[in-house]
C-alpha cells in the first residue's frame, strides 16, 4: 500500500499558483513539446496514483487523493513562532507567542510547519531522508507550499534549505531538504536559493542528542556565501526537533544581512514531556490530532 510511488507525470503540471501572480504559465525549452508528449502518454498509460494508498483519483497535483490528505497528522494550535503546539494559553482566534518564545524567542521569526512528525509523515520523510525516494520530496514540499499560500504576504524573496555538509553530501548523494525546497519554491514561484548558506564544520547526526548537546554539536556549523542585505529569506528544513540546528542557520542568515527568516519545515516532532530532549519544552500543554491507524 504505502510502497505505491507517484508516477513523473505528475511533476509535468503546466501552471502553478503563485505569490505575485494567479498563474504562471510554463516556459517551453528546447525539446519540450517532446517532453509535452511523454507525459501525454505516460498520463495515459501510467495514470498518478496516491503516494499512500495507491489510488488513481486525484483531485490535485500533490500525489495524494482525498482521503489520504484529509488524514494526514496536521498540527494544530501551535506557536507561530516555534511551531510546538501550544492550545492550553492561546486565546480564541489569536496567534499568541508561547510563554518560553515570550521568554527568550528563537533565532528565526517565524514557524510554518503543516504536520505532526508522526504515522504517514514519518514515511515519507525517512523514505526520502534514507532512502532516496525523491517523489516523497514533492508531496512534503507542495503541502509546504500550500500552507505557506494560506497565511499570504509578504513574501520571502528567496528560499534557502538547510544545506548538508560536502562531505555528507557525497555519502548521501542529495540534500532533502533542498528536495523539498524545490518544489516549495517552484509551487509558490519563489527563487530557490540552494546555495546561499553553507555548513562549514562537519557535525555529527543530531538524532540521539540531548538538546544541550544537539546546540553544541552545530554552534557556528553555518555561514553565509553572498551577502543578504534587507532579505527576507524561507529557510527550509525537513523536520523540527529542538530547533538547534535552524536557530544556528537562521543566526547565520541574520549575520549575513536577513531581515526576518521564515523558517518551514515539513513536520515537528511534538515530544512527550518524560523524553530528555523535551525537557526545556516541559511547559506547552500539546492538542495533538488524532493518529492515523498503522497497517497490520
Known sequence: MFGSRPSSVNRGASSVSTPGQKVISARLRPGAWARGWDRLLAATLLPPTCTL????????PADLCGHCAEAL???R???PRCALPSGAFLEAGTASLCPRCRRRPPEFDTALVPFEYAWPVDRLVRGLKFHGRRPFA????????AARQALGPP?????VPLPLHPRRFRERGFNQAEEIARYAARTLGLPLAARVLE???PTREQTGLSAAERRRNVRHA???RRPLSGQRVALIDDVLTTGSTAMEAARALKAGGACTVELWAAARTVLPPADGAAQECSEYSSTRPAK????T
Open 53 to 60: 494508498c495507491g489510488a488513481q483519483d486525484l483531485p490535485g
Open 73 to 75: 497528522p496536521r498540527l
Open 77 to 79: 494550535n501551535a506557536c
Open 138 to 145: 514533492r508531496v512534503l514540499g507542495m503541502e509546504l507550499a
Open 155 to 159: 513574501w520571502p524573496e528567496c528560499v
Open 199 to 201: 555548513r562549514a564544520l
Open 222 to 224: 553555518f555561514r553565509v
Open 292 to 295: 492515523i491507524a498503522r497497517p
